[in-house]
């Protein structure tokens, strides 16, 4: 069900994932749990935390056409769990969704 404050419909997607803080070398692959999805965004469980504004690249495949998203918001659950909720990156020259071969 579509939440009114939202833009998209969010999906139950409990995945695990792949991703990356950009610049994706400096601190390599990492490990996270995805909640659920839109095609605006992206929920994850992290196991370290992150920066609101960082930028992540999703390496594990997504039903949705991308991959680089920025921390809109984190919550700490716990002593080594973040809840962090992602916003897909979106070119703002046209209005679409930024893909990348990331």
Not at 38 to 49: A, D, E, K, W
Not at 54 to 73: E, F, G, N, Y
Request: proline share 5%; charged share 30%; glycine share 6%.
């Amino acid at each position: 069900m579509k939440d009114k404050k939202r833009e998209s419909e969010r999906f139950d997607y409990p995945k695990t994932i792949d991703y990356c803080v950009e610049p994706c070398a400096s601190e390599g692959v990492l490990k996270g749990v995805a909640i659920n999805i839109s095609q605006n965004g992206l929920c994850i469980y992290s196991f370290v935390p992150h920066a609101r504004g960082q930028q992540l690249v999703i390496k594990s495949p997504l039903p949705v056409d991308h991959s680089k998203a920025t921390v809109r918001w984190i919550q700490k659950e716990d002593d080594s769990m973040y809840r962090v909720g992602l916003g897909f990156d979106i070119d703002s020259s046209d209005g679409q969704r930024k893909k990348t071969n990331a």
